[in-house]
């Protein structure tokens, strides 16, 4: 049974959660990547298309465009009424997804809400622009296809069990794949929305899906990362985490990882081999961003992090982590589950709620 804390400002937080965050207290820093703090937790974020800026999803029910070079807010777009959880942009247009059902089409000089886009039931949690379309997908297990000159949204499939976490794009923008809470991946016709393969192996959710040439990459609630070969489906590369992996990113020979251990983890993809773990975030990783050999990342704790992946970099990276005193293993409660067993069964609850 989980317990419910009837501690006073922490209701509806269970007693795991609590010391979840007591526990990482002591990690709680701005500093660590040349720390951004920002007023809400990050959902996503985006470079812009010449990668001078950076746009930041936050829970807040907004989003913000950052200059990379000053890291100051030079745009704020506001409108959504939920957490903004997605976005997809072109040179003029923003586009982003909300836990308000909706899409938005934003001016991205001036701020102005061009059009908002409604058919979704239930939370948009991924955007993908392929030519003159949008797909956007949703907790209501639909995938919809958006006109983005006409608005209309021209096609709708429901093909998920549940609800559709992350798109990608092929190279030749010819298909597109969908992961979900179901444990899938689906290989999409971009034109027909037709199905084209199942990629099944992960054992729960899958928040991630990425695409590179012939290797298909998810990232998932059963704390792996998989490799597959996109066109045969075959798996043939699983990389073990300690914990749920919710975002990966590509950066030349190397898979990036951010987890619920509130770290990131670089690796080697022709080995699979672990080159380091990035520390300085103390709370989820749930977005990436690479520009050259740079890494962005955002996080619960309402953070966007500047890190360098040079091999000098790295080297120290591991450097400081080693100089971290070791994790003691959890102990078993009365009820026989751990503190994370006990967190991951109250948040499977929430979401059946939901």
């Known amino acids: ?108 000089k001036t701020g102005e809400c061009l059009a908002t886009l409604e058919g979704h039931t239930d939370f948009v949690k991924s955007l993908l622009l392929i030519g003159n379309f949008l797909y956007s997908g949703s907790s209501d297990c639909f995938i919809r296809k958006w006109n983005t000159e006409t608005l209309k949204c021209e ?25 979900s809470s179901d444990g899938t991946v689906l290989k999409w016709e971009a034109s027909t929305l037709k199905i084209v393969k199942t990629y099944s192996g992960h054992e729960t959710s899958i928040y991630c899906v990425r695409v590179w040439e012939d290797d298909l990459w998810s990232a998932s609630a059963d704390k792996t990362v998989r490799r597959w070969n996109s066109d045969t489906g075959v798996e043939d590369m699983v990389l073990t985490h300690p914990d749920r992996v919710k975002t990966i990113a590509l950066a030349g020979p190397y898979i990036i990882s951010g987890a619920s251990d509130d770290n990131i983890r670089v690796w080697d993809i022709a080995s699979g081999k672990l080159i380091c773990t990035i ?76």
Request: charged share 30%.
């Open 1 to 108: 049974m989980v317990n419910i804390s009837q501690e006073s400002g922490a209701f509806f937080q269970t007693d795991a959660e609590i010391a979840r965050y007591k526990a990482k207290e002591h990690k709680y820093n701005y500093i660590a990547g040349d720390g951004l703090q920002l007023p809400s937790k990050v959902l996503d974020i985006h470079l812009s298309v010449d990668e001078k800026f950076l746009f930041v999803a936050e829970a807040g029910f907004s989003v913000r465009k950052i200059s990379l070079a000053t890291k100051k807010t030079v745009k704020t777009y506001k409108g959504h009424q939920g957490p903004v959880t997605s976005i997809a942009c072109t040179e003029d247009i923003l586009w982003t997804g909300s836990w308000d059902k909706t899409v938005k089409k934003w001016d991205i």
């Open 279 to 354: 520390q300085g975030h103390f709370d989820e990783v749930g977005c990436l961003a690479v520009t050259g050999s740079t890494l962005y990342s955002g996080s619960l704790d309402c953070s966007i992090r500047t890190w360098s992946l040079t091999p000098a970099s790295m080297k120290e990276y591991n450097e400081v982590k080693d100089k971290q005193p070791v994790k003691k293993k959890e102990e078993k409660r009365d009820d026989g589950m751990t503190e994370e067993e006990e967190r991951e069964l109250a948040e499977l609850m929430l979401s059946d709620e939901e």
């Open 155 to 179: 096609a709708i499939e429901k093909k998920h069990k549940r609800g559709v976490e992350s798109m990608s794009v092929s190279l030749d923008g010819k298909f597109f794949y969908s992961a």
